[in-house]
């Protein structure tokens, strides 16, 4: 199995910066999709963004695109979300995700970290 810890949330204002960070063990990164979702208080585990193992394939959630960026380290075997231009609806819980298919999903990925708190507001 896949043992993943999140770190690097906290409070910011509106237009701030946060860099996520999820360290992986108990497995290597070696052939899985890595990605992360957030959960804010009363609503659904929502996809923000992933990226496959060759780092070649990355997807983002409309309403983050242009501002985050996911990256990965295989060999320090961490990946990354950098957040910028952020705004009071980003305020949410975000969870690293892995998963050995080219995908992600809420009701079928295994591997899930304990979330990191994120919360933007002045």
């Known amino acids: 199995q896949v043992h993943l810890v999140e770190s690097g949330g906290g409070l910011v204002q509106p237009g701030g910066s946060l860099r996520l960070s999820c360290v992986a063990s108990g497995r290597t990164f070696s052939g899985l999709t890595m990605g992360w979702f957030r959960q804010a208080p009363g609503k659904e585990r929502e996809f923000v963004a992933y990226?496959?193992?060759?780092?070649?394939?990355?997807r983002y959630e409309d309403s983050v695109n242009g501002r985050f960026t996911i990256s990965r380290d295989n060999v320090k075997n961490v990946l990354y979300l950098q957040m910028n231009s952020l705004i009071p609806e980003d305020t949410a819980v975000y969870y690293c995700?892995?998963?050995?298919?080219?995908?992600?999903?809420?009701?079928?990925?295994?591997?899930w970290g304990q979330g990191t708190q994120v919360t933007v507001s002045s």
């Open positions: 990226v496959g193992w060759r780092a070649g394939r990355k």
């Open positions: 995700a892995a998963d050995p298919r080219d995908y992600l999903a809420v009701g079928s990925t295994p591997y």
